[in-house]
Nanobody, 125 residues
Framework: QVQLAESGGGLVQAGDSLRLSCTAS????????MAWFRQAPGKERDFVAL??????????YYSDSVKGRFTISRDNAKNTVYLQMNSLKPEDSAVYYC????????????????WGQGTRVTVSS
């Protein structure tokens, strides 16, 4: 059983940067694909970014809406995945969730097995 704990959310202004962290426990972290999703009020949980496990080379993928602004990375020694968010926009406001899975790496939230509780990001204009 993998437990995920996100941190780093907060209230920022448009154009600012923020870094989210997600620390995992209870599993072999390097073997898991990790991802960030986000959910705004009244909307579905949307894919943001994912990073493959180390056996797959740690490749990264991004949604079109964040490509070039957000960077996902992982530190396997710290069992932590990060989401560096630059040039934030009001439309980036949402609860950001960390997800992990040992078998799949997909942009569909339903396919991910483990989830954190989420951290809220609010971007003011």
């Amino acid at each position: 059983q993998v437990q995920l704990a996100e941190s780093g959310g907060g209230l920022v202004q448009a154009g600012d940067s923020l870094r989210l962290s997600c620390t995992a426990s209870g599993g072999a972290f390097s073997g898991y694909a990790m991802a960030w999703f986000r959910q705004a009020p009244g909307k579905e949980r949307d894919f943001v970014a994912l990073i493959m496990n180390m056996n797959s080379g740690g490749r990264t993928y991004y949604s079109d809406s964040v490509k070039g602004r957000f960077t996902i990375s992982r530190d396997n020694a710290k069992n932590t995945v990060y989401l560096q968010m630059n040039s934030l926009k009001p439309e980036d406001s949402a609860v950001y969730y960390c997800a992990a899975d040992a078998r799949v790496a997909a942009t569909t939230s339903q396919l991910w097995e483990y989830w954190g509780q989420g951290t809220r990001v609010t971007v003011s204009s």
